[in-house]
Nanobody
Framework: QLQPVESGGGLVQPGGSLRLSCTASGFLLDYYAIGWFRQAPGREREGVSCMSSDGETIKYEGSVEGRFTISRDNAKNTVYLQMNSLEPEDTAVYYC????????????????????WGQGTQVTVSA
């Protein structure tokens, strides 16, 4: 069983930055496509960004394009989501997720494509 774990959330002012991290003990995340999702109160969970296992395919939700960057550090077995120019609308619980099958040379911003989910980390953007 793969259990992703997120960290790095917190409270920031509009225009600020945060870097979220996703790791999983006992599993090599570079074998998996990884997706970042978020859910705000009263809102549907939405895909934010994803990266294929080989890093060749990267996708971003339109509202975060140019502000967020997904990346991998294989030596640290970690996937990052760098979030810049944060807006109040970015406030949500952020989750990282992996599909059941490794070696995914693809990624999609659809939650049903993912089987393993972290507990989430809260990101609050407020003045």
């Amino acid at each position: 069983q793969l259990q992703p774990v997120e960290s790095g959330g917190g409270l920031v002012q509009p225009g600020g930055s945060l870097r979220l991290s996703c790791t999983a003990s006992g599993f090599l995340l570079d074998y998996y496509a990884i997706g970042w999702f978020r859910q705000a109160p009263g809102r549907e969970r939405e895909g934010v960004s994803c990266m294929s296992s080989d890093g060749e395919t990267i996708k971003y939700e339109g509202s975060v394009e140019g502000r967020f960057t997904i990346s991998r550090d294989n030596a640290k077995n970690t996937v990052y989501l760098q979030m810049n120019s944060l807006e109040p609308e970015d406030t949500a619980v952020y989750y990282c997720a992996a599909p059941r099958v490794p070696y995914g040379y693809y990624c999609r911003l659809t939650g049903t494509e993912y089987n393993y989910w972290g507990q989430g980390t809260q990101v609050t953007v407020s003045a």
